[in-house]
């Protein structure tokens, strides 16, 4: 099964950008829909974006769009979050998913077998 690792969180200022990277480990990704969620504190985990198993499609929040870009790297197993002009209602730790599912983007938290630690983002006012 894979195993994924978050990386690039941080604390910055609005206005800011933060990329998150999500690295797997034990086995291929290209078979997966990858997808990042966030959870803010005393709020249910959210969908942020999605994208397919070659990265054709895409899909996001609408409250993200035009301002975060999801990437994959299959050869080098790498899932990005590009994430520019940052607010303080980004804040959140945001989680990496990964399922192995014949469809191309899963917006649902539940359906993805596979998860990351966290890594924490805080934007200041």
């Known amino acids: 099964q894979v195993q994924l690792v978050e990386s690039g969180g941080g604390l910055v200022q609005a206005g800011d950008s933060l990329r998150l990277s999500c690295a797997a480990y034990?086995?291929?990704?290209?078979?997966?829909?990858m997808g990042w969620f966030r959870q803010a504190p005393g709020k249910e985990r959210e969908f942020v974006a999605a994208?397919?198993?070659?990265?054709?499609?895409?899909d996001y929040k609408d409250s993200v769009k035009g301002r975060f870009t999801i990437s994959r790297d299959n050869a080098k197993k790498m899932v990005y979050l590009q994430m520019n002009s940052l607010t303080p209602e980004d804040t959140a730790v945001y989680y990496c998913?990964?399922?192995?599912?014949?469809?191309?983007?899963?917006?649902?938290?539940?359906?993805?077998?596979?998860w990351g630690q966290g890594a924490q983002v805080t934007v200041s006012s």
């Open positions: 994208i397919s198993q070659n990265g054709g499609r895409a």
């Open positions: 034990r086995g291929s990704v290209s078979k997966y829909v």
């Open positions: 998913a990964a399922d192995e599912t014949p469809y191309f983007i899963l917006r649902i938290p539940g359906l993805y077998e596979y």
